[in-house]
Each structure stands twice: as C-alpha cells, then as structure tokens.
C-alpha cells in the first residue's frame, strides 16, 4: 500500500538530520551502561506512531543529549547511558508534541507505550492547536481521517466511505476498492455481525460522526486473514483511552436520513470503559425501467418491458461497549461488546409486459409487493496482552471473539392482470419468508519478538467455527384454482453450511543497512467445509489448503522523505452465503438469480510498485499495481427459452487480470487551506474460455476534497467525485459524479459544532446504466436515484482528560476473510 515512509519517514529523516548537534551535545552527556526504550503510540487507536522523533534531553535545559527516530513499529532505544533524572521529548507531524520526567535506573528502564495525542483533537477541556491531514499515507495503509472532513458531519458510513480515496460506493450500496469489488471491510480492526449481512444497509445505520478514520490496505501482510484479494477497509469508530472522563452527544436531521448519536470515554487508573449508541431512520426512493430482447429459436425476437418504483424505509440502532483492565504495566485485559438491530421496509410497484413469444408467453401484468427485511447482531470478544519489561517490541496476545446475526427477510405480492393495479381483479398472490442465521466463533494469538536493532520476528494462529443456515419458504395462491394459500414444495427448503478454519502465519523484518527494509511472510490457510439441503441427499463436502506469501520491500532514496516500495502477495475469497446458498430469488418472475454452493475460493496474485515523497507543504504517492485472478467468481446468466426468462447464478468460470496506477496527492497553499486529490485509473480483463467470451473495461475515478478554516470558528470544505462504471464477463455498467459542499460553525468555546451539508444539489437524479449481452439476450436497464440532500448536524463535546498518562497498545481480531456478496451485501 501507500507506504508512509513518504510523510512520516520525512520526519525521521529530519530527526537524522540532527544527529551531528545531537551528537555534539551528548559528547558532554555522562554516559554509563543503563539503556533506556519505550514504544511511542497515537494517544486514541493505540497504534504505533512510526518513525515519531524522540529527543533526551536534561533535567534541566532545553539541549537535547541524545535524539532516534523511532522505528516502524513505533520503538526506540538509547543505550549507554548513565543512571539519572532525565526529560524525553516526543514529536510528530500531525500531534501535540509531549515533554515527560524519567528516572533511569541502573538496570535500565523501559517506558512501555507512550500516546501522543492528535493535533486538534478536543477532548472536553484538553484544546491542542495543530492539525492533522485529512489523508495520511503510513508504510501499509492510506489513512482517511474522517473525523477532519466536515462535509460528512450528519451522513453515514456510506458517505464516507465514497470520499475515501481508492474506494467507490454506487447508488445500491456497492463498495469498490481499485475497481474491485473483493474486498473485506472491518470494524475497528475485527468482522462485525453487523457488516456481515446487507452492507449497504448496514453502512446506512453507522452515523458518520462517529467514525474517526478509514484505513485502506492494498497489500496486507501474512498477519491478516488471506481473503479479500482487492485489499482490506478498516473502519475505525471514535474512541478515548486517556484518563479521565470524555464523550459527545450529536444529532442530524436532512431531507434523506436523520440520527442521534451519544458516545463516552471514562479511565481511572488500572481501568477503563466507552460506551456509544446510535439510532437512525432513512428515506430513499427509487424507480427503474428496463427492456430485454430474446432471441427466439424460430427467429423471433421476444420483448420484454419493466417499470419499477419504490421506496426504501429503514430504522434502528447500533451500540458498543468496551472495558479494559491493566493490573501491571505487562498485562492487560479487554472486553468489547457491540450489537445492532435494524428494520428496512420497501413497498414497490411494478408492470410487465412481455410481447412476440406467442399466446403461451406473451403477458401484461403489474404487481404490488411489500419486503420486508429485519437484522439483529451482536458480537462479543476478549482478549489479554502480556509485554515483557526490559524487551521493548516484545509481545504475546490471546484473543476470543464469538458474534450472532439472525436475519429475517420475507415479502408480499399480489398480481393483477392487464397492468392496472385494482384490488378487485387480483389474480395471484404469493407470500415469502428466508430466515438466516450466522453463528461464528473465532480464537487467535499472536507473538511478536525482536531480536535486535532493526530485526524482528512474528507468528501467530487463528482458528474460526462458522454455522449458516437459511430457511426458506414460499407460500402461493392463484385466485382461479385455489381458496387458500398452499406450500410451494420446489421453491421452499432448508440449506445449512459449515465452515472451518485454521490458519497459521509467520513474518520476518530485518532492514539492510540504513536504506532497504525488508518483509517476509507467508501464510498457511485450511478449510473445511460441509453443506446440506434438508430433507435431500443434498449433502456436499469440500476441503482445501493454501500457501499463501507475502513480501514487500523498502528502499529510501537520496530526497529526505523519498521512498520507492515493491510488494507482492496471495490472498483468496471465500465464497460466503450469499453465492452457495440455492434459494430462489424471484421477485421478477421473468429474471431469477440463485446461489451455487459448490464454488470454489477465488486465489489472486497481487503486485505492486509504489514511489512517495515528502514536501514541506505536500505530498506525492503513485503506485502501478496488478493483480490476477485464474479462478474468478462471476456472475452468469441464461435464457429458460421455455418460461422466457433469464437464471443468473455465479461460477468459477473466468481469468480477471487488471492493471492499474492510484495517485494521491496533498497540498497546503497556507497553514488553513487543505487540498487532496485521488485517482485511480484501471485497466480490467475478463476471459472466460468456456462461454468463449472476453470482456475488457478502462476504469477511472477519482475525487477533490479541499477545506479551509476562516474568520472565528469557521470551517468551509468541498468535496467531489467521478467513477466511470465498470464491466463484467456479461455486462457494462456505468457510474456518475457526486459532490458535497459543507459549512461548520464551532461554538461555546469549541465545545459545540452546528454543520450545514448539501449534495448533488444541481441534478434531480443520479443516473445509473446497465446493459447485459448474450447470445441469447439482451438487456439494457436505467435506474434513477434522488440523490439532492440537505442536512443539518450538532455536535457537542464535554469532559476533562489527561493526555499524558501512560497507555496500552490493543491488538484486535481480523476476520477479513470471505467474499462479500454483490447488490449491497457481504452475507446471506
């Protein structure tokens, strides 16, 4: 990924560039044989602060003795020195810097983590001056603080994630990453029940105010999970860890959704806690039309035209609750607890008219339905982390995380011929209920230990027990024959599904003189998996392992902050529910879609080439990338020439390969005026030799995000953004701009935030495209969304912090290791 040697090696370089005056003055220091190290953490994530200058300096005085640079994984060390009253002093671009006393004993002695504390982050009273970037590039991750950008005040998860650079969200909720929809998205840093069913209704229930960053890896070490062969998204929720009491309350009301939002933070000495709580409700209404052509065996051309309108309602909440607990600065517990519950109903009307088939297919017909879908989650994990005094990097984590999500999804039509809808001349009625179920519970522990300066090791297991089950039934009634409703038998069953896991990886890092870094791992995967259908002799069984590598190096060129990184990977897609589950979809009785569960995982070779550099007011990433996939899961559709419909369902049936460059580039004309810009350019294959088909697309993104701070308390940013669509082995689809502008209004002594946003004001609809060409058929589909929003936010802080306390580095679980479903979700 971006690699942040770029901007926050630049700062190392600059703490190097100082050694000779460090140096000098420690020449006059007393020295003695006493080292002294500690590890330097952002003060909310936990997470190491890479490449953080750290400065000795005396009791009294401001002349450093000794400086370092911390290294990637936030760790320094300075040896021979002698036992005494000292000052560390710890800087980076983006935090308050931090002064702290320490007493050197003979022995030595080992800080453990030291936070610093973002720039510009309020917390009740604590106000620190400073601001961090919008977008920060680190060695394996691009960073898209959230919580810096105003024009997402009062939207949701979706929101944010559009803005987030190298990621596209379209209007049905998909999540894109580089044009590729395999991808995983994560929780802070672990699965969530929540994301695990509908996505896109899942991002709609998480408030942007309460998400802090988005973190997007393209080349994930062998430490994460091998699934997700685009990459992994970690969505990073607002949270304090530093002592003392801190929280916010919020609220937002617009002409799309509307939320209210509270979250608490609270640390008094060995131990901790946060809370936070969201309830929203959203509108958003929609219609489509749409025309095939089949291509009949006696030359005739078959036509088949569709209207549809609905309207989305959906409701519910989300909350999280933590507590930790460090009885020594070795050990130390946790215990998160988070659940959701949400409701979506859709009413929707629709008309058909099939012409050109003959008497037998030829029909008029409209039908009204109401779905509705009900999800409830929750997931519950633990976990315990032992650090060893005197060996600063060294570390043994255990981790349990066991979640829940029961899905109810059902629906209720009724027919009525000759396209008119009157509830006299009913003519067929059917009624559905799918009941899913997801039950997972995951183990995993991880072992980090250096081995000396500039040279570490890492392994770890996990092993993950998956139980799905899907219920389904359909009940009908056909006015002319029936008097009640009666069981569909072939339409209705029961598909249950196990999966296990066992994963085992280890890396190594090692830096060959002061330009090269180095990174080897790999990753060994196995899986089991059973399915079966009640009632048949449906039971099926499939196990397979994988190898899977990983390496990646570093070499820091001539410029200060001037970096060039090649990295490699394999990772895999599990097919989940979604794909192997055989239920029938047929709202549209003339195109049903349905479930293969005898798919295979996908397994994708990923290469990249990324060069950054660093300026004093801006920054500059490109990378040339390329992946390949032998065994992709596609999407495929037929033509039934008997009921004149389309069945589509997914294989592994096609070779995707696609090339590609991502840039990003930051520039600040002043102290208070920020602009970013993205893009992404691709170049995608599809070849599928048995339908003797190929498909190639030039896919472009992008987007501009510029804010400026004026006058007393204002805050303006802008925002917009371009995806053109993309292709797959059947099928084109396009995309569309977007854009947001936003005014923020800070009050009460920066405590109280009032945010104006609006969007897409300038157009009715976004307008979305959808063709599909086969030997067989054709079809072209347009979809028109009421995209112009306005909303208007609050947002109020309270509470009293210490940022200087000591604080402990977390680790979380990772499951990023399935396929996520298309059409919005990630389940089943």
Excluded at 2 to 31: G, I, N
Excluded at 249 to 266: F, H, K, P, T
Aim: positive net charge; aromatic residues 10%.
């Amino acid at each position: 990924m971006l690699p942040l040697s770029l901007f926050l090696r630049s700062t190392a370089l600059v703490s190097l560039a100082c050694a000779p005056l460090w140096a000098q003055a420690q020449s006059t220091a007393r020295r003695g044989t006493a080292h002294l190290s500690g590890t330097v953490v952002d003060a909310t994530t936990q997470k190491p602060v890479e490449y953080a200058t750290v400065a000795l300096l005396p009791a009294a005085g401001e002349q450093p003795l000794a400086g370092t640079a911390a290294d990637a994984q936030g760790q320094f060390v300075f040896k021979d020195l002698a036992p005494g009253s000292y000052r560390l002093a710890l800087s980076f671009v983006g935090y308050a810097g931090r002064t702290v006393p320490i007493t050197l004993a003979e022995q030595g002695t080992d800080l453990g983590p030291l936070p610093l504390t973002a720039a510009a982050e309020q917390l009740g009273e604590v106000n620190i001056t400073g601001e961090r970037e919008v977008v920060e590039t680190r060695p394996d991750r691009l960073v898209y603080n959230a919580d810096r950008d105003v024009t997402n005040t009062g939207g949701t998860a979706a929101d944010v994630l559009r803005k987030t650079p190298l990621l596209s969200v379209d209007a049905d909720g998909n999540v894109q990453l580089r044009g590729s929809s395999n991808l995983r998205i994560l929780l802070n840093n672990k699965p969530s029940a929540l994301l695990a069913g509908n996505l896109a209704e899942a991002l709609k229930q998480i408030p942007a105010d309460q998400i802090k960053a988005v973190e997007v890896l393209t080349a994930p070490s062998a430490k994460y999970d091998g699934e997700g062969s685009a990459g992994v998204v970690n969505i990073v929720l607002k949270k304090s860890s530093l002592q003392g009491v801190n929280g916010n309350v919020g609220a937002g009301v617009g002409n799309r959704n509307q939320n209210l939002n509270g979250s608490i933070s609270a640390r008094r000495g060995q131990v901790g806690g946060n809370a936070s709580a969201s309830l929203f409700a959203n509108q958003y209404p929609a219609r489509s039309n749409s025309t095939r052509l089949d291509y009949l065996p006696d030359g005739e051309i078959g036509r088949l035209d569709q209207q549809t309108t609905s309207r989305t309602n959906g409701a519910g909440g989300f909350a999280e609750a933590g507590l930790s607990y460090d009885p020594s600065e070795q050990h130390g517990f946790t215990l998160t607890f988070d659940g959701s519950s949400f409701l979506t109903r859709q009413p929707q009307q629709f008309t058909n008219q099939y012409s050109g088939g003959g008497p037998l297919l030829d029909t008029l017909y409209a039908r009204s339905t109401r779905q509705r879908w009900q999800r409830r989650s929750f997931d519950l994990s633990s976990g315990y982390t032992r650090t060893f005094a005197g060996k600063p990097g060294r570390e043994w984590a255990v981790l349990a995380r066991h979640s829940r999500n029961r899905n109810t999804q059902g629906y209720q039509l009724e027919q009525y011929p000759g396209g008119a809808l009157s509830l006299e001349s009913i003519e067929y009625q059917e009624q559905s209920r799918n009941l899913s179920q997801n039950l997972e519970t995951t183990l995993q522990t991880d072992y980090t230990r250096p081995v000396k300066e500039n040279v570490s090791w890492e392994a770890g297991g996990k092993v993950i027990w998956r139980r799905v089950s899907s219920d389904y039934t359909i009940d009908t009634l056909l006015k002319s024959r029936q008097t009640a409703f009666a069981r569909s038998v072939l339409r209705s069953n029961g598909f249950h599904y196990q999966q296990n896991v066992g994963a085992a990886y280890g890396t190594y890092n090692f830096a060959v003189g002061k330009q090269y870094r180095f990174s080897l791992g790999t990753r060994l995967e196995y899986t089991d998996i059973t399915g079966e259908f009640r009632g048949e002799n449906g039971r099926f069984a499939n196990y397979y392992t994988n190898l899977l590598p990983s390496l990646s190096t570093t070499r820091n060129l001539k410029k200060p902050g001037e970096t060039l990184r090649l990295s490699y990977s394999r990772r895999i897609q599990r097919p989940d529910i979604y794909y192997l589950n055989p239920f029938i979809r047929q709202l549209d009785p003339r195109n049903i879609t349905y479930g293969n569960p005898q798919l295979s995982p996908e397994v994708t070779d990923n290469y990249e080439l990324t060069y950054s550099t660093f300026g004093k007011s801006s920054t500059l990433n490109a990378t040339a990338y390329t992946r390949r996939t032998n065994t992709a899961i596609e999407q495929v559709s037929f033509y039934n020439g008997a009921l004149a419909r389309t069945e589509s369902t997914y294989r592994n049936i096609a070779r995707n390969q696609s090339y590609g460059l991502s840039l990003y580039g930051s520039l600040k004309p002043t102290p208070k005026w920020q602009i970013g810009l993205s893009t992404d350019g691709s170049y995608t294959q599809l070849r599928s030799p048995t339908l003797n088909r190929t498909a190639t697309r030039l896919q472009i993104s992008g987007n501009l995000n510029t804010s400026l701070r004026f006058g007393k308390g204002y805050t303006a940013q802008a925002y917009a953004g371009y995806a053109s669509g993309g292709v797959l082995l059947q099928a084109r689809y396009s995309g569309g701009g977007y854009y947001t502008l936003g005014l923020k209004r800070t009050l009460l002594k920066d405590k109280l935030d009032l945010t104006l946003n609006v969007s897409n004001f300038a157009q009715r609809y976004r307008v979305f495209r959808f063709r599909t060409r086969t030997p067989q058929f054709e079809t072209a589909a347009t979809n028109y969304y009421p995209q112009r929003s306005v909303r208007l936010s609050l947002s109020y802080r309270f509470g009293k912090t210490d940022p200087n306390a000591p604080q402990r580095q977390r680790r979380s679980i990772r499951n990023d290791d399935q396929k996520a479903a298309g059409n919005g979700g990630q389940g089943g």
